[in-house]
């Protein structure tokens, strides 16, 4: 039998791009192709791509541009880009760079095989459709391989929202949900590979209404009937917009135990103004009065939010009207962003803020998030937590896991095994992790 074929995946951007890239994996699997972490030992290299801002996108560029000695030592190495900067360039990239076999984008990946057989044959292929048949029913079956303890799974995709700033709902197309019965199967299937934890995702998470019985079920009905998976034992999701967030979503929360007490819930700026010139459809007043919902439904709620700054029309009292709620609502954890313009987006054609001023306020907005991660990881230690045990760490005898709240724990103990989940008292906090003791 002839060797497979190795296939070389890089992944950027958010975490619906990790789950893709495991689907496209395995849709390639079908036709023969194993995985390689090495590049220069691949037959196929495919860049699973990010369009969110300009540097995501430039990067993809700069990263072809280094395959080039590859492709000169292997004339039958095949490179191809998918994702959201393949949806959004298409054939451009081909003309960009003419190295590039395949451009696939997030809604084709299921007719990946028949694309690699073109390819092969010495054709280019780009499909960058936003077809009507369900990729999901169409992938390729998965070998029923064991996975790791902690899983993604996609439960909608797409979105309807245009803020003002975003290239998603063009890169990703109309906001889907996936039917219930699917979801569940795909959950039941990865329990049964293995699987303690699992993520539900979507770029809108939280506006989930999937066909099931008997109507359409919300995002709260769903983690409900997921939690009666039996070796589940940890749920979680992302992303939420603020205006989808349901009151039983938020009751459930409180009562159900294994949705995990962490939420991610961007609102990119505390200035009402800026956030009715970013089409966001919420102020900052509605904003924290969730987040005060959230919290007596769950006190120790972990909050982690996404910001912009240097949005256009930012004033300096726009940008201290973010910095106070960022004191208001305090985060453990959050992600910051200097505006980025668009091509094609409402906002990219409006008079941007100057650079040296948005990075100002990026690094003084990223200095205050960084006291507030620092200061709630610190309010761990001394703390007995749960942890999920993900992987051996780098020193011998070391075990990496997640706590309840996303923290990464390191615990040092010959009993501690991957996928076990156990109690751990935190003895130290470092600078992105906690370190603590099997209790
Ligand atoms: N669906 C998610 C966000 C997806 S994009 C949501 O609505 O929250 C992830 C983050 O990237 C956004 O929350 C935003 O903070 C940032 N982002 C999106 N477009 C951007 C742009 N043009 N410039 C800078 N940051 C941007
Ligand atoms: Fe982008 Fe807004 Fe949709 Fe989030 S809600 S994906 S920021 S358009
Ligand atoms: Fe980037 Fe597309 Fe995700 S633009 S953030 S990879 S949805």
């Known amino acids: 039998m002839a060797d497979p074929k190795k296939l070389f995946i890089k992944t950027y951007g958010c975490q619906m791009n990790v789950y893709d890239s495991e689907r496209m994996a395995e849709a390639l699997g079908a036709s023969g192709y194993v995985t390689t972490d090495r590049a220069d030992e691949a037959d196929m290299i495919l860049l699973n791509t990010c369009h969110i801002r300009e540097k995501a996108a430039e990067k993809v560029y700069s990263e072809l541009g280094r395959f080039k000695p590859l492709k000169a030592a292997n004339p039958d190495l095949k490179i191809g880009v998918a994702g959201c900067v393949a949806q959004a360039e298409g054939e451009e990239i081909m003309r960009r760079q003419p190295m590039v076999d395949l451009v696939v984008g997030p809604q084709t990946y299921h007719r990946l095989p028949a694309m ?8 280019r292929a780009v499909d960058t459709d936003f077809p009507a048949e369900d990729k999901f029913e169409h992938l390729p079956k998965a070998p029923r391989a064991k996975r790791a303890p902690a899983a993604f799974l996609t439960v909608q995709e797409g979105c309807d929202k245009f803020c003002a700033f975003c290239v998603v709902p063009y890169t990703r197309g109309a906001e889907v949900s996936r039917p219930v019965d699917r979801v569940l199967r795909e959950a039941r299937d990865l329990v049964d590979r293995g699987v ?23 995002l709260a009905r769903l983690i409900r009937e997921l939690a009666k998976i039996d070796g589940l034992e940890r749920i979680r999701f992302t992303t939420s917009h603020p205006n989808d967030m349901e009151e039983d979503l938020i009751a459930a929360h409180g009562d159900e135990p ?13 200035s009402d103004k800026i956030l009715k010139a970013m089409a966001r459809k919420h102020t900052a007043e509605s904003y924290i009065r969730l987040i005060e919902r959230l919290r007596a439904a769950r006190p120790d709620l972990l909050l982690s939010g996404d910001f912009i700054v240097g949005f256009p029309g930012e004033t300096d009292q726009d940008f201290e009207d973010t910095m106070t709620l960022v004191r208001t609502v305090s985060y453990g954890q959050a992600y910051s962003f200097k505006y980025s313009a668009r091509p094609g987006t409402p906002a990219a054609e409006k008079t941007p803020v100057p650079d040296d001023v948005a990075s100002d306020r990026l ?13 709630a990881q610190e309010a761990m230690v001394g703390r007995d937590v749960s942890v999920l045990f993900e992987k051996p760490g780098r020193l011998p005898g070391q075990m990496v896991g997640k706590s309840d709240y ?20 935190i003895k130290a906090s470092g600078p992105n992790s906690l370190a603590g003791e099997l209790v």
């Open 258 to 270: 294994k949705l995990m007490p962490y939420l991610h819930l961007p609102v990119q700026s505390g």
């Open 406 to 425: 996303l923290h990464a724990v390191h615990v040092t103990d010959p009993r501690a095994e991957v996928g076990q989940i156990a109690r751990v008292r």
């Open 196 to 218: 303690r934890e699992i993520t539900l995702l979507g770029q809108n998470v939280n506006a989930y209404h999937g066909a099931g019985d008997g109507g359409t079920w919300g």
């Open 363 to 375: 690094q003084r907005l990223q200095g205050l998030l960084t006291e507030q991660q620092r200061a």
């Open 116 to 123: 690699e057989a073109a390819v092969r044959a010495g054709q």
